[in-house]
């Protein structure tokens, strides 16, 4: 071995130790230049003497392997001081990242790592980054389409407001609850309250509603009630309470709210119909004043034409002057009827209607009127069957009004039933009331009609056709006069095969009649 090849293994000793010497102890560097200094000198005498040789040889083993000993710890604790470092970075980066992602979860998207290292960690932080400009860039969006659907609401909502305001109606809005939701400006003058004084609070604690006789109708008896509990539209004529106290008649009509086959909600449109009460109480008037001065000229006919007629003296007339005085007889008393009714239906609608009431035998009276009608019974040939209960009271009653709820149900069914049909009435006790039922065989009333039976004036096209002389007042009356005295009335009916109407009156009237 010459000289040039230990000073080239001594390059490559040092390069290759170059870094770890910069960090090797300070006593180190010392011995390790001792070391070096030696194998320079022996080198001289290498090629002359064996034992130097050898010893060089065995000095350079044992350099190594102390060398290589100092390294190996070296290289550990380069090691863990690298792996420490490493923790500590990336720890740094990771909560970074976890910080941004905090801050993304509390609404703030301009947050960012932006971590320049390189690797895993790194990749993480650019995706993290990446999120959060997507989801800014998305929220901006959001924000804009947000923006954009609140002005659209806020347009529909003017306009709505436009719209409710417009309506010449009140109308007012509940939740489920009955809580007023919305109240517009029309039902506001209408009632001298102001929206906000009503909305949030429950429609029957600020408005109250009172029947004709100033009597604050119970909240579960008013419509809205109804609707919110049935789920059906329901209408109603009444009075409602404005703020000072004063009272005006309304009509109103509740719809319900409807989602997802729930009831969630009513609407009422409300109208003041006091300008339609004067027209309908100047008709009234008018219609009782014009009754009541075509009685006495109508009285008067007919006081002749009956005179005319009996004691003899029609056999002075020829038939055909005798035919003229029948027709005259029977027109002013059918006349007459037709003025009885009229006042009847003013009374009833002007409150002038005065009931008289006293102890009735039911049954008596039943029997008084069917006397009545029984030439009519054998002139058409009607079959008729009378099914009463002698177990019935006697009840206090008015006694004219209650014989013209007969006379006009057994009227109607002589009227409308053909030649040789079948007529029944019946009388019998149902717990506390009575129910009168009167059946016939006759023309039955059109579906699309029953609705409108006891409208006033009102005839079914099929009633009109066969008879042209009803007034249409009959039923009206006796529904009126039932409501009157605490009864109700109803019918079932098919057309071709018949009609039965039935009454039911409380045996006991003592709280109705004061």
């Not at 790194?122 to 400009?133: E, Q």
């Not at 149902?430 to 006891?454: C, H, M, N, W, Y």
């Not at 409208?455 to 249409?472: E, I, W």
Request: net charge neutral; hydrophobic share 40%; with cysteine.
């Amino acid at each position: 071995m010459d000289f040039a090849v230990v000073q080239v293994l001594f390059q490559r000793f040092l390069f290759r130790h170059f870094i770890i010497m910069n960090k090797l102890p300070n006593w180190l560097l010392p011995c390790i230049a001792l070391l070096v200094g030696l194998l320079i000198l022996s080198m001289v005498f290498i090629l002359e003497s064996d034992t130097l040789l050898r010893f060089f040889q065995e000095t350079w083993e044992t350099l190594k392997s102390v060398l290589y000993t100092q390294t190996q710890w070296l290289i550990l604790f380069l090691l863990l001081v690298l792996f420490f470092l490493f923790v500590h970075v990336s720890n740094k980066s990771i909560n970074k990242s976890v910080y941004v992602l905090e801050r993304l979860t509390h609404g703030d998207f301009t947050a960012r790592s932006n971590l320049a290292t390189s690797g895993v960690i790194g990749r993480l932080g650019s995706v993290v980054d990446r999120f959060a400009k997507k989801l800014q860039a998305s929220n901006v969006n959001l924000q804009q389409d947000i923006q954009d659907r609140e002005n659209e609401l806020k347009r529909e909502q003017v306009k709505d407001e436009a719209m409710l305001n417009s309506i010449g109606d009140g109308v007012l809005a509940t939740d489920k609850e009955g809580n007023v939701v919305l109240f517009n400006k029309v039902l506001a003058d209408m009632l001298g309250w102001r929206s906000e004084e009503v909305i949030g609070k429950k429609l029957v604690d600020v408005i109250k509603m009172v029947d004709d006789n100033g009597a604050v109708i119970p909240s579960a008896e008013r419509p809205l009630a109804h609707t919110l509990s049935e789920g059906t539209t329901s209408s109603f004529v009444s009075y409602y309470e404005r703020k000072d106290k004063s009272i005006f008649p309304v009509s109103i009509t509740v719809s319900p709210i409807i989602f997802q086959n729930e009831v969630t909600g009513a609407i009422a449109v409300v109208r003041d119909v006091t300008k339609e009460k004067e027209i309908d109480k100047a008709k009234t008037e008018f219609v009782s004043l014009a009754s009541h001065q075509l009685r006495t000229p109508l009285s008067a006919i007919n006081w002749y034409t009956e005179t005319l007629l009996s004691n003899g003296r029609a056999s002075e007339f020829s038939p055909q002057q005798k035919q003229f005085v029948e027709r005259i007889y029977e027109s002013s008393k059918r006349m007459s009827e037709l003025v009885g009714s009229l006042l009847n239906v003013s009374r009833l609608e002007m409150g002038t209607f005065t009931i008289q009431p006293e102890v009735v035998d039911l049954m008596q009276l039943a029997r008084d009127v069917i006397k009545e009608f029984e030439p009519e019974f054998s002139k058409n040939k009607h079959s008729f069957v009378f099914s009463g209960d002698d177990t019935i009271p006697p009840m206090r009653l008015d006694k004219k009004l209650t014989g013209i709820i007969f006379q006009n149900l057994l009227s109607n069914a002589i009227k409308y039933t053909p030649d040789g049909g079948n007529i029944e009435l019946l009388i019998k006790k149902e717990d506390a009331s009575v129910r009168i039922s009167v059946s016939d065989t006759g023309l039955g009333i059109p579906e699309d009609q029953k609705d409108k039976i006891f409208t006033k004036l009102f005839r079914a096209d099929n009633a009109q056709r066969m008879d042209t002389q009803g007034t249409g007042l009959g039923l009206y009356i006796v529904k009126s006069i039932v409501q009157k005295i605490g009864g109700t009335i109803g019918f079932t009916s098919q057309v071709g095969k018949g009609t039965t109407f039935h009454v039911i009156l409380p045996l006991r009237t003592d709280g109705i009649f004061k």
